[in-house]
């Protein structure tokens, strides 16, 4: 556990070197003709700045502890107990804003728009838990993230889901993925944060749509555990893909596994890998043959996945508010006239032109017409090795947790008998 400490370490004093070049004042005082002098300030100045970076270091030693509690102290209560603090701080204390998941938004953004810059803060929000995940598995999700810690407190019943149905629903987080960075990447919209489902609760202000939405996600979650996690989240695809290679992961038995198959028992997410049966597998028929039609039907998935995104790209671009705009002037023009129609009213009070208004949506539709086909592409990739995955046989002696769909809640160690 020695390069464990020397890793949080590292963490840090990189987050004590951000800190102290932040403390500079980030805008420059106006520079007045008139001869007018700024006046000090009286009063101490806004904690808004301080408390965004205060927000960073609770983040990153509920981060510490949860990694501490899941590897070196393997305590199932202090999860869930850390888990609690987090509901209360980040969710209902700071209204689940901001996010790392939401944060996915803003690093898009700020890589497809140079006059977008990212906040410090959100950077360190998007960055600090995949950095964790890459090296101690997904503790962010056990015991740092407000969504899921709602979702598990709420979990009663869990029931397991056929095998077939999981990988079915695991493709929304890709999908959902795919179209937040399409959204945020052509200025349209920030569609995790618009209809995150826990928002209006931790906020205790949303629209009835949003609050149906909420319940019937924690409706869900008694009997599905974390369905939002599991099958919505977008983050967790990215959590997903660090966690496979993480070398400090969770394990279900401090030393040898005794086949007791308890710990199968206790995991609600259906996370954890049975040991290989070599006779179902020869009997199955799942044999080389079907790994190379698989494989070979991949280039082909992309190539479908790349022209529904070009037929779809028209579609999707009238959620940017230019593009409907534009679209709506042109195919009503009778519309001017109404007093009622804000949208229409402020474009004509601003003094655009038809043409200018025109000009933007045709680049924003470009900017579709390619974000489209990649999101597509990537889709048909998704689909492709999920398939490839269903005839790849791993060897297994032991009951393990899925690197990539564990979520480090520590439940399985409760119910795991074997000592140290």
Not at 18 to 32: D, G, Y
Not at 365 to 374: A, E, L, P, T
Request: charged share 15%; with cysteine.
């Amino acid at each position: 556990m020695k390069k464990l400490k020397y890793i949080l370490f590292t963490f840090y004093f990189l987050l004590f070197t951000f800190s102290l070049s932040a403390q500079q004042q980030r805008f420059p005082k106006p520079e007045f003709e008139s001869g007018y002098e700024q006046p000090s300030t009286v009063t101490p100045e806004p904690r808004a700045l301080a408390l965004e970076y205060f927000d960073v270091l609770v983040l990153l030693v509920v981060l510490s502890l949860a990694t501490w509690f899941v590897l070196k102290k393997r305590s199932r209560q202090g999860v869930l107990w850390l888990s609690v603090f987090t509901l209360i701080y980040f969710g209902f204390y700071r209204n689940g804003c901001i996010c790392s998941i939401g944060a996915i938004q803003n690093v898009t953004l700020s890589f497809a728009d140079p006059t977008y810059s990212i906040s410090l803060t959100a950077l360190l929000f998007f960055l600090l838990p995949l950095a964790f995940t890459l090296f101690f598995g997904r503790t962010f999700c056990a015991g740092a993230c407000p969504l899921g810690a709602i979702q598990d407190l709420v979990i009663i019943k869990p029931i397991s889901l056929p095998k077939w149905l999981n990988k079915t629903l695991g493709l929304i987080p890709y999908l959902y993925i795919s179209l937040a960075v399409l959204f945020a990447a052509t200025g349209t919209d920030f569609i995790i944060c618009r209809y995150d489902p826990f928002v209006g609760i931790f906020r205790m202000d949303a629209k009835f749509h949003m609050v149906v939405l909420g319940a019937s996600f924690l409706l869900m979650g008694m009997f599905v555990a974390r369905p939002y996690c599991r099958f919505f989240c977008p983050y967790s695809v990215l959590l997903s893909w660090m966690s496979r290679f993480s070398k400090w992961h969770l394990t279900i038995t401090p030393a040898a596994c005794i086949q007791c198959k308890l710990c199968a028992n206790s995991c609600p997410f259906d996370a954890i890998d049975y040991p290989t049966n070599e006779k179902e597998v020869v009997k199955s028929g799942l044999g080389p043959k079907r790994f190379l039609v698989y494989a070979v039907l991949i280039p082909i998935w992309v190539a479908v996945g790349v022209f529904v995104g070009e037929r779809s790209h028209t579609f999707l671009s009238k959620a940017n508010p230019d593009v409907f705009l534009a679209e709506l002037l042109i195919s009503n023009p009778e519309i001017k006239n109404d007093p009622d129609n804000i949208d229409v009213q402020t474009f004509l009070a601003s003094g655009k032109t038809m043409e200018t208004l025109v000009k933007e949506a045709d680049v924003i539709r470009d900017k579709f017409y390619v974000g489209s086909m990649i999101a597509g592409g990537f889709m048909g990739l998704v689909i492709g090795m999920t398939l490839l995955n269903t005839v790849v046989f791993r060897k297994r002696q032991d009951y393990v947790p899925h690197k990539g769909n564990c979520l480090s809640c520590a439940r399985c160690m409760d119910y795991c008998p074997v000592e140290k």
